[in-house]
């Protein structure tokens, strides 16, 4: 990766009206409506965006979006890259790198994810306290990685505390059940045994997802304050393992996702 490739990203969004946004939001599976909530929005797809890695078959509609959302300009992406679409975690990462570049100051990021945590149920969210990456790699691993950062991303508090803390505070003040957890990152596409369970239980995670924890590792590598929530489709208990259906899981994240629009919403009024 290149400065080069960024700022040719950078110069085609700023073509297109994306102007100084303050924040960024990664919008998961299942969970694109946000977007419906920015009144007259610029939109980009990311197949005419130069340098954005090239969109697989079954994923030719993620776009970005950028207008007023809850009182700020906000960049949002629809879909993201995926390990086990055949991306690589810099071609993963690179749309956060463009948001930062754009001039974001906050990222909030969204997935859908399994609930390991026996206590915790589908249709509940999760607040990302800290990861585990068991992703077989970094994002940061490439040669000229310290013309961006440093090499050796800190990691000791990956989620920023104070969007965390706002965020829990709403849940309260709206009656969301909001869980607080680590999540685990797989790199997929097929979704985990229940030997696979089991372990990813024992090493102390309560839910299990694809994504995220690269974009957070960049995020970090930038110094960009970033908080993540999970919305948990489907319960991870191995001695009752259903066969798992996609359909369902998104279902389940439909469901969820006005509460997910309300935290949201409610943290960038007041961050
Ligand atoms: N694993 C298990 N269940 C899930 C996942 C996953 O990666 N994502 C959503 N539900």
Do not use: W
């Not at 994306?18 to 990311?46: K, Q």
Request: a negative charge.
């Amino acid at each position: 990766m290149t400065s080069k490739q960024l700022e040719a990203s950078v110069d085609y969004l700023h073509s297109k009206g994306f102007a100084e946004p303050e924040i960024g939001i990664v919008l998961g599976s299942g969970l694109g409506r946000m977007a419906d909530e920015i009144t007259d929005p610029r939109v980009a797809h990311y197949h005419n965006i130069p340098n954005f890695p090239l969109a697989t078959v079954e994923f030719h509609s993620g776009k970005l979006l950028y207008g007023m959302l809850g009182g700020k300009k906000a960049v949002v992406m629809q879909g993201r890259f995926h390990l086990y679409e055949g991306y690589d975690l810099t071609e993963v990462t690179y749309p956060i790198r463009v948001m930062h570049q754009l001039g974001i100051k906050k990222l909030l990021i969204s997935n859908a994810a399994g609930a390991l945590n026996p206590q915790y149920r589908k249709g509940q969210l999760m607040l990302i306290d800290d990861h585990i990456n068991l992703q077989g790699g970094s994002p940061l691993a490439f040669k000229n990685v310290s013309e961006f950062g440093e090499r050796f991303a800190d990691m000791s508090r990956p989620y920023d505390s104070a969007m965390s803390e706002t965020l829990a505070a709403l849940a309260v003040e709206f009656k969301i059940d909001l869980h607080r957890g680590v999540y685990v990152s797989m790199t997929g596409p097929q979704l985990e045994t229940r030997a696979e369970y089991r372990m990813l239980r024992m090493l102390g995670a309560d839910a299990v997802g694809m994504s995220t924890v690269p974009e957070v590792i960049v995020a970090n590598h930038l110094k960009l304050p970033v908080v993540a929530v999970s919305v948990l489709t489907d319960e991870c208990d191995p001695d009752h393992l259903e066969p798992v259906r996609v359909a369902e899981i998104l279902a389940v994240a439909a469901r969820a996702e006005p509460n997910l629009v309300k935290l949201f919403l409610g943290l960038i009024a007041r961050i």
